[in-house]
Every structure is written in structure tokens, then in C-alpha cells.
């Protein structure tokens, strides 16, 4: 069956880089694509960006500068980076699976990030 | 593109059947999904393409609309739909609304 799973630490200090990888079975990164999803605590959902089957990629204009994506496909695994962390970016991040470029329909439970001094 | 939901939280009683709104900035045909999350869980997809059915979720739940105006109903609310429920575009990007609450009158 299908199922993601991210994982990363669960504090990060301001100004620091966030690390994540999410761990993907059940179906082929190259067949589909992965996005990071982002929700700061009792807030809503915000498309961070995603990786696709053909391995291009696509960046939410407002973290562009500070996030890249990438993928290794023989370990099914996708990672995310976001460099210079502030308080704001304290928040759960998931990893959700993208189908035909329109909805997500299978994510991960999701990892609580700190970001904190 | 922008995507607006209402009401915010909408209390209701187990029985009841009742509609969420959900108002695109521009016209995103029927590229319009709708997510449930629970406290402490993952959104889980009930409806896509604004009326298409998704495999494994209650009938009760529907969705109508294209254009700009989305309206997810549930038919005779269930005491485990209570939760937060959010609209998502993909006409232009991808972008979510900002959630409405159901919660326990």
C-alpha cells in the first residue's frame, strides 16, 4: 500500500537550515510527484513545493530563495532543505503525494518542527 | 489565486445536513478538491475535481459547483465529521482555503 513518512529533527535554532526526508513506498517517485505541505500550529495548510516524476521541480514564490527540493529514486526518498529558519517557520511538516499534477491523495503523518533558541 | 471559506466554524447537531462554502479569487473550472483533518492527524482527500467521488469515503459526502463558487454538503452529519475541512485549487499552482471548523452545537 502507499505511504509516506517523513523525518528530521524536531528543533531547529533560528537562522539555521532545516533537513527533511520523506521516505515514500507503494508507488515510484518517478511515476509521481511529491510535495511538501506546511502547517504553522492551529493554522491552515500552505503548498511549500514539490518534486515531479520527471525529477523538475516547483517552489511556492514566497520560499523560493530559501528551499530546494530534491529526490534520490533508488531509495525512494525525497528531501527538502530550507535554509534560514525564523520563529515563524515553527510548524508540521508533511509530505503528500500529488496526483495527476491536481490533488494529494495520500500523505504522512506529518513532523513537528521548533524552530527555537 | 485565492481561496476563500465559509463560515470559519459552523456548530451544528448530529443529524443535521449542512453545506460549506468555498469562493475561488478567479475562475478554476472544476479543478477543486476538498481535505477533512482531524485534531492531530493528516488531511485526508474527500472529493476531487469539486463533484468527483474518492474510493473509501462515506456517501454522505458531496461536493457541486465550478467557476469560482464550490459548496461541500454532507448529508446527515456523523459524530467523527467533525473536524476542519479545506478546499484546495490546482488550477494555478496549488493553493489551500483557510479552513472551516465543524464543531459540536
Known amino acids: 500500500q502507499v505511504q509516506l513518512k517523513e523525518s528530521g529533527p524536531g528543533l531547529v535554532q533560528p537562522s539555521q537550515t532545516l533537513s527533511l526526508t520523506c521516505t515514500v513506498s507503494?508507488?515510484?517517485?518517478?511515476?509521481?510527484?511529491v510535495i511538501w505541505v506546511h502547517q504553522p500550529p492551529g493554522k491552515g495548510l500552505e503548498w511549500m513545493g514539490g518534486?515531479?516524476?520527471?525529477?523538475?521541480?516547483d517552489y511556492n514564490s514566497a520560499l523560493k530563495s530559501r528551499l530546494s527540493i530534491s529526490r534520490d529514486t533508488s531509495k525512494s526518498q525525497v528531501f527538502l532543505k530550507m535554509n534560514s529558519l525564523q520563529t515563524e517557520d515553527t510548524a508540521i511538516y508533511f509530505c503528500?503525494?500529488?496526483?495527476?499534477?491536481?490533488?494529494?491523495?495520500?500523505w504522512g503523518q506529518g513532523v513537528m518542527v521548533t524552530v527555537s533558541s | 489565486i485565492m481561496l476563500t471559506q465559509s463560515p470559519a466554524t459552523l456548530s451544528v447537531t448530529p443529524g443535521e445536513s449542512i453545506s460549506l462554502s468555498c469562493r475561488a479569487s478567479q475562475s478554476i473550472s472544476t479543478n477543486l478538491h476538498w481535505y477533512q483533518q482531524k485534531p492531530n492527524e493528516s488531511p485526508r482527500v474527500l472529493i476531487k475535481?469539486?463533484?468527483q467521488s474518492i474510493s473509501g469515503i462515506p456517501s454522505r459526502f458531496s461536493g457541486s459547483g465550478s467557476g469560482t463558487d464550490f459548496t461541500l454538503n454532507i448529508n446527515r452529519v456523523e459524530p467523527e465529521d467533525f473536524s476542519v475541512y479545506y478546499c484546495q485549487q490546482s488550477n494555478s499552482w496549488w493553493t489551500f482555503g483557510g479552513g472551516t471548523k465543524l464543531e459540536l452545537k
Open positions: 503528500t503525494r500529488c496526483n495527476n499534477y491536481d490533488y494529494f491523495d495520500y
Open positions: 518534486i515531479w516524476g520527471d525529477g523538475s521541480t
Open positions: 475535481y469539486a463533484s
Open positions: 507503494g508507488f515510484s517517485l518517478s511515476s509521481y510527484g
